[in-house]
């Protein structure tokens, strides 16, 4: 999994952090959707960050198309419900000049052909990206803090598939497979850390689609690899 880095982390200097973030309930992040069989949640991923961002600099929350991505961001790693890759995504829409509405560009759940009449109806944009730096959850922290953050995890495990509610403390390795996005952190009553993260499997999984996944583990990569591969859009 391999792509450009940015190089500069703009959060570097962020200190005093609130003990919790929810951008749940700031307004930021949209609601859950199902990316059904396609294995495209790298758009998902990049799209619920960008929707952040996009409420932060706007004012304006809005649902964002997946589909497009789907069908018409194929030229590098991004290969539709084949996999692809969260800053691919921050590319090929920055090279777009933006993104348009779900309800413009419905997600089908299939690869498609590009419709060029709906991709050209921009309805936000972003200016660049960046990178975490990997295997930091301070560093993910000090950006999450800040806006939605889109992180890739190793969702494989038969735990994690079947989590149903609580902080997931479950095994699960490194070798990146999903992407979702990071909505918050916080701390549960008996005092175990979470991030709280915006997964694409619908709303009957997890806490109504979403997970808390145990934070400041031993391992530098975060639970699941949650703090290796992690990156935000501009705007």
């Known amino acids: ?15 005093a952090l609130p003990s919790t973030v929810d951008w749940t309930k700031k307004g ?20 619920a960050a960008m929707e952040g961002v996009t409420k932060l600099t706007t004012g304006t929350l809005i649902s ?5 991505l789907v069908d018409c961001d194929t030229k590098g790693e991004d ?31 299939v690869d498609g052909t590009c419709n060029a009449n709906q991709e050209a109806n921009h309805a936000a944009t972003i200016n660049g990206f960046q ?23 190793d969702a494989s495990g038969f735990e994690f598939q ?5 902080v997931f403390t479950g095994s699960c390795g490194t070798q990146l497979d999903h992407g979702v996005t990071v909505v918050g952190y916080g701390e549960d009553d008996d005092g175990t850390k ?8 619908g709303t009957s999984w997890g806490e109504q689609g979403y997970i808390r ?23």
Do not use: H
Not at 138 to 151: C, E, G, R
Not at 194 to 201: A, E, G, H, T
């Open 64 to 68: 964002l198309s997946k589909q497009e």
């Open 162 to 166: 079947f989590y149903s509610g609580g």
């Open 28 to 47: 930021a992040v949209t609601p859950i959707k199902d990316q059904g069989q396609c294995g495209c949640c790298w758009a998902f991923s990049a799209v």
């Open 79 to 109: 290969q539709g419900c084949q996999g692809g890759l969260m800053d691919d995504v921050f590319q090929f829409i920055q090279k777009n000049k933006g993104l348009t509405t779900e309800s413009n560009y419905p997600y089908t759940g």
């Open 213 to 235: 996944m145990q934070r400041d583990v031993d391992a530098n990569e975060g639970l699941c690899g949650i703090a290796m591969q992690a990156s935000y859009p501009t705007a």
């Open 131 to 153: 990178d975490v730096p990997a295997n930091s959850e301070d560093a993910l922290q000090k950006a999450v803090a800040n806006q939605p953050v889109s992180v890739a995890i």
């Open 194 to 201: 979470y991030w709280l993260v915006k997964n694409s499997w």
């Open 1 to 15: 999994m391999c792509s450009n880095k940015a190089t500069t982390f703009i959060y570097e200097n962020v200190t």
